[in-house]
């Protein structure tokens, strides 16, 4: 090449290293798996291939309350190896009416069963277990005691422990994990039909972030890429129409699609960017269902793991 001459090949290599420094870190592209079977079509595959996917969070089964006792509950079906060059981080959803009682033996339990659906379905080598749970003032002390007693038996066995951190979590006290991921979503009440979007919206996000930059944890943040079918008797919520539940409907019921906007998250990722970018090194999309994998191709959902430079309302790659 000859001096005093930049070719455009060279000039989008400069903006794309730019674009991935601006996080202060190395970035990764993630996604959740959140079902109770786990297959890959075709479209999953080429979703995975396309978008540079390095992790699957994937749900591995539910803790709810059976009698006194936290029991597993929506154990996943394995039916499908996992994908090469990909890593599994198993994640594990507790009520969060589990921990409103002492479970001494819990912490054990979830790292024995986790180990082994991992060694069954050879899901394995895992570095990471995730727990997700909403918990409360209330549940806080209980919740924090299992996970401390739980993130020293899986360092013990070389594996790291990390915890979902709702926005409103961000104003508590840090869990005593290694890392969390903040939920960028469920931001409003969906019960409410006031105009408001629930899963998404930047005038319920922005109070929170306050707390963001001052968050004494390592974190990655979880973006939306899913719909909801709201049905309503007049004002009153009835639930939520998933494609695998029958819903029964009366004449005169509406059925309202709540779903975020590429525009509304590229926003929402802009935001949490501008006070802390490192949270943004590991982007994860919330989650990979054939439907969801489907509407992020239709409505270019791809760009949210892209976006890394400046966002002024419309996208700029």
Same mark, same amino acid.
């Given at each position: 090449?000859?001096?005093?001459?930049?070719?455009?090949?060279?000039?989008?290599a400069i903006i794309l290293?730019?674009?991935?420094?601006?996080?202060?870190?190395?970035?990764?592209?993630?996604?959740y798996?959140?079902?109770?079977?786990?297959?890959?079509d075709s479209?999953?595959?080429?979703?995975?291939?396309?978008?540079?996917?390095?992790?699957?969070?994937?749900?591995?089964?539910?803790?709810?309350?059976n009698?006194k006792?936290?029991?597993?509950?929506?154990?996943i079906?394995?039916?499908?190896?996992?994908?090469?060059?990909?890593?599994?981080?198993?994640?594990?959803?507790?009520?969060?009416?589990?921990?409103?009682?002492?479970?001494?033996?819990?912490?054990?339990?979830?790292?024995?069963?986790?180990?082994?659906?991992?060694?069954?379905?050879?899901l394995?080598?895992i570095?990471?277990?995730?727990?997700?749970?909403?918990?409360t003032?209330?549940?806080?002390?209980?919740?924090?005691?299992?996970?401390?007693?739980?993130?020293?038996?899986?360092?013990?066995?070389?594996?790291a422990?990390?915890a979902?951190?709702?926005?409103?979590?961000?104003s508590?006290a !840090?869990? /005593?994990?290694?890392r969390? &991921? %903040?939920?960028?979503? =469920?931001?409003?009440d969906?019960?409410k @039909?006031?105009?408001?979007?629930a899963?998404?919206?930047?005038?319920d996000?922005?109070?929170?972030?306050?707390?963001?930059?001052?968050?004494?944890?390592?974190?990655?943040?979880?973006?939306?890429?899913?719909?909801?079918?709201?049905?309503?008797?007049?004002?009153?919520y009835?639930?939520?129409?998933?494609?695998?539940?029958?819903?029964?409907?009366?004449?005169?019921?509406?059925?309202?699609? !709540?779903? /975020?906007?590429?525009?509304? &998250? %590229?926003?929402?990722? =802009?935001?949490?960017?501008d006070?802390r @970018?490192?949270?943004?090194?590991?982007?994860?999309?919330?989650?990979?269902?054939?439907?969801?994998?489907?509407?992020?191709?239709?409505y270019?959902y791809?760009?949210v793991?892209?976006?890394?430079?400046?966002?002024?309302?419309?996208d700029?790659?």
């Amino acid at each position: 090449m000859r001096k005093g001459i930049i070719t455009p090949v060279l000039v989008l290599a400069i903006i794309l290293l730019c674009c991935c420094d601006s996080n202060g870190g190395e970035h990764r592209n993630s996604a959740y798996y959140w079902s109770t079977v786990f297959t890959v079509d075709s479209s999953q595959q080429v979703f995975l291939q396309r978008n540079n996917i390095q992790r699957i969070y994937l749900r591995y089964f539910d803790v709810v309350m059976n009698g006194k006792e936290a029991k597993p509950n929506a154990t996943i079906r394995v039916e499908a190896a996992v994908p090469q060059r990909v890593e599994i981080v198993p994640v594990v959803y507790i009520m969060n009416d589990c921990m409103r009682r002492q479970q001494p033996q819990l912490d054990s339990l979830l790292l024995e069963r986790i180990l082994k659906i991992t060694d069954t379905h050879d899901l394995g080598p895992i570095k990471e277990v995730q727990i997700d749970c909403d918990w409360t003032k209330q549940t806080q002390t209980e919740y924090f005691n299992m996970l401390g007693r739980l993130r020293e038996r899986a360092k013990a066995k070389g594996i790291a422990l990390s915890a979902t951190i709702r926005l409103h979590q961000l104003s508590m006290a !840090v869990p /005593p994990v290694d890392r969390g &991921v %903040l939920m960028v979503y =469920n931001t409003g009440d969906i019960t409410k @039909r006031d105009g408001t979007n629930a899963i998404l919206d930047m005038t319920d996000v922005k109070p929170y972030l306050r707390a963001l930059k001052s968050y004494d944890l390592p974190l990655a943040s979880a973006y939306p890429v899913y719909a909801w079918q709201v049905a309503f008797r007049g004002e009153k919520y009835i639930g939520i129409i998933h494609s695998d539940s029958y819903l029964p409907l009366l004449p005169g019921d509406t059925v309202v699609k !709540v779903e /975020p906007s590429l525009d509304m &998250v %590229l926003k929402a990722k =802009n935001a949490i960017d501008d006070i802390r @970018r490192s949270a943004n090194d590991e982007v994860i999309l919330y989650e990979m269902s054939k439907q969801n994998v489907k509407r992020i191709k239709e409505y270019g959902y791809e760009k949210v793991f892209w976006h890394t430079c400046d966002y002024a309302g419309t996208d700029k790659h």
